[in-house]
């Protein structure tokens, strides 16, 4: 169905930062399917990890016990803030589903605990949470929700990083606050760490769910497996995917020991999620991004990428307004339009994705080298130039 606004180009091939497309050119892929090819194209690690899989067994059932799902839930949980609590895992196919998941968990929570008229979420403005119904309600925004009334009920909005106007908002009903650490399609905002510590502190102060949505900025995209450490804070749910399975179709839906403990067998279900070839991948990817010196590493990407494009904006200010983000996730704004600076770095070589508030966004595989990052630079610098020029 017609619903993209789809660019004429095909790709044929990838292999690490870069995509071959069926015309014969090549381009530096800064946009990764949208920070879903976290490890670049066709990572030898997760090809054979793949391959291997395909040989042995592709689907058995979430009715059996899956010993790569059961693998992948305690690294996931070991590595994780759900370590310290006990907690579990829920594998679905996508970012929605993984955020339905908490969404439901966080409902299921405040019934078992003797509390069901708690079903109220706060979340913020310029957040994105997928395309369901819920998700789009979640989310709040009028853009995606249009045509689609009657809204999920329960959603309540405010202004991200805004922690008063959060606290005038709580009241009897509320369960949870749903938060991106750093938002992705509204246009790369970075919360502060004093704004998500102060998401905790309110949790704490009134009894409620801390959701973090990490769909985009998990999974080692900010140089941290989960954008949230940064704060050194303890969310109680986070839904994860994207990079996750480095462009396997994964999400995952983390917990608390406390809070998973709401869900007991039939409270919630998936034909495929946890599959052995997605448990494969999601594996595979693990293995990388937790390898010793990894993170550092993507850490260090982002700030040559920050330093580089800090000068750019510097250079261009007819151009560029300004940059925001973390890690491997900035955002340029731009003084025209995002979409037409997309089509010219496209005609540079660059392919890099928009956002809201007119932000074109780079996301680069986390396995970006120095030289690549130069030559997006590079790229970006020839597009701006001839952006002026044309002015
Ligand atoms: C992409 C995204 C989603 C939705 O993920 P899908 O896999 O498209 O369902 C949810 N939340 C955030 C923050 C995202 O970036």
Known sequence: MNTYARSELSFERGEGAWLYA????RFLDFACGIAVTALGHCHPHLVTALEKQAHKIWHSSNLYRVPGQEKLAERLVAASFAGATGGQVFFGNSGVEAIECGLKLVRKYHDDFGDPAR????????????????????????KYLKGYAPYVEGFDHVPYGNLNELRARIGAETAAILVEPVQGEGG???GSIEYLKGLRAVCDEFGLLLFFDEVQCGMGRTGKLFAHEWAGITPDIVATAKGIGGGFPLGACLATGKVA???????????????PLAMAVGNAVLDVILAPGFLPDVVNKGERLARGVA???DKHQDVFVDFRGRGLMLGLKCVGSNTEMVERLR???LLTVGAG???VRLLPPLIVTDSEIDQALDMLD???TEAKSNA
């Open 347 to 349: 005609r540079c070589g």
């Open 22 to 25: 069926t015309d014969g050119r």
């Open 357 to 359: 508030d007119n932000v």
């Open 261 to 275: 403990a709401a869900f007991g067998p039939g409270s919630h279900g998936t034909t495929f999620g946890g599959n």
């Open 119 to 142: 079903y109220r979420v706060i979340a913020c403005e310029g957040s994105f949470h997928g395309r369901t119904l819920a998700g789009l309600a979640a989310a709040g925004n009028e």
């Open 188 to 190: 790369m905002r970075a």
């Open 382 to 384: 020839r597009a701006a």
């Open 311 to 313: 000068q750019l904006v």
